[in-house]
């Protein structure tokens, strides 16, 4: 299994948790969905044409942002060991796709 996709999957996983278990539905929602895109993506069973690394940027702020606000907002163990995952997972891909930039 490569990184990216152990990557995608650890994501997929820790907002699947959030999701079932944190009060906000919403915020848990949206590195769900980029966290599957990413996956399916990883997997070979999405391709997306998007020129540039902006579609990598925006998956990984989806995944950082809401995350770090969970993570703020932590209401236990399980919630805040996700939210953390999920805020090093998506803090690791923005900066290596603006690293790659530069």
Avoid: D, N
């Avoid at 539905?25 to 599957?36: K, Q």
């Avoid at 925006?58 to 969970?70: E, N, Q, R, S, Y």
């Avoid at 939210?83 to 603006?98: E, P």
């Amino acid at each position: 299994m490569a990184l990216h996709t152990a990557l995608a999957l650890s994501t997929v996983l820790a907002a699947g948790y959030l999701f079932l278990w944190s009060g906000s539905r919403l915020l848990a929602g949206l590195p769900l969905l980029a966290g599957a895109v990413e996956l399916a993506m990883a997997l070979g069973w999405l391709r997306l044409a998007v020129p540039g690394a902006t579609l990598s940027l925006a998956l990984g702020l989806a995944i950082g942002v809401p995350a770090l606000v969970i993570w703020w907002r932590g209401g236990g163990k399980g919630a805040l060991s996700a939210a953390a995952v999920l805020s090093f997972i998506g803090l690791l891909q923005t900066t290596l796709t603006i690293l790659a930039r530069v």
